[in-house]
């Protein structure tokens, strides 16, 4: 049904030119109502449909009732088998002293414990490493063993200059390096 161009004039020229921009408002607002408030809507619903599934699911897990979800029941065996084992600590250390050699960084005498985690039962050696050098070759030297052996962790970095004029920084880094119980 195909409405006149002329009906249409005279329809707005009776309304008025307040009529007009009313009727210009009301179909601005319906508009706006169809493109951008229901399509907002419906990803609100879609996310508290995830947080309900989600507390669900980890109200399951805080009663012991249900399973971690793994996707073919292999892949913690798979991350397990990704770690280095306790047997590879050694290499291991001498890579983070390699790639300390490569830097031209000082380290001094650590202290290495070796624990095991008790949620997880995997080996835990934890590291600490009095460093010396320059920022860039600290950055660099973290960067390369965060890079190189992804089942170590820093926990904590702490470097300081006795003297703002100072190049060379004076430090610790505290690390912990998970290792598969094989």
Same mark, same amino acid.
């Given at each position: 049904m195909r409405v006149p161009r002329l009906v249409? %004039?005279? &329809?707005?020229?009776?309304?008025?030119?307040?009529?007009?921009?009313?009727?210009?408002? /009301?179909? /601005?607002?319906?508009?706006?109502?169809?493109?951008?408030?229901?399509?907002g809507y419906h990803?609100? $619903?879609?996310?508290? +449909?995830r947080l309900a599934?989600?507390?669900a699911q980890l109200a399951g897990h805080a009663s012991g009732g249900a399973a971690p979800v793994l996707s073919d029941g292999r892949q913690l065996e798979d991350f397990h088998r990704t770690l280095p084992t306790q047997q590879d600590a050694a290499?291991?250390? #001498?890579?983070?002293?390699?790639?300390?050699? $490569?830097? %031209?960084? +000082?380290?001094?005498?650590?202290?290495y414990a070796l624990?095991? #985690?008790?949620?997880? %039962?995997? +080996?835990?050696?934890?590291?600490?490493?009095?460093?010396?050098?320059?920022?860039? &070759?600290?950055?660099?030297?973290m960067h390369g063993m965060l890079e190189e052996l992804p089942a170590l962790v820093l926990? #904590?970095? #702490?470097f300081q200059r006795k003297q703002v004029s100072d190049v060379q920084l004076q430090g610790r880094i505290r690390m912990t390096l998970y290792l598969s119980r094989r």
């Open positions: 249409v %004039h005279e &329809q707005l020229r009776a309304l008025g030119r307040p009529g007009a921009v009313g009727a210009g408002l /009301l179909l /601005l607002a319906v508009g706006y109502a169809l493109f951008g408030l229901l399509p990803a609100v $619903q879609g996310m508290n +449909a599934s989600g507390s290499a291991v250390i #001498d890579r983070i002293y390699v790639l300390a050699d $490569q830097e %031209h960084i +000082a380290l001094a005498r650590g202290e624990g095991v #985690d008790p949620k997880t %039962h995997l +080996a835990r050696y934890r590291i600490l490493l009095p460093v010396s050098g320059s920022y860039p &070759q600290l950055r660099r030297f926990e #904590d970095v #702490d």
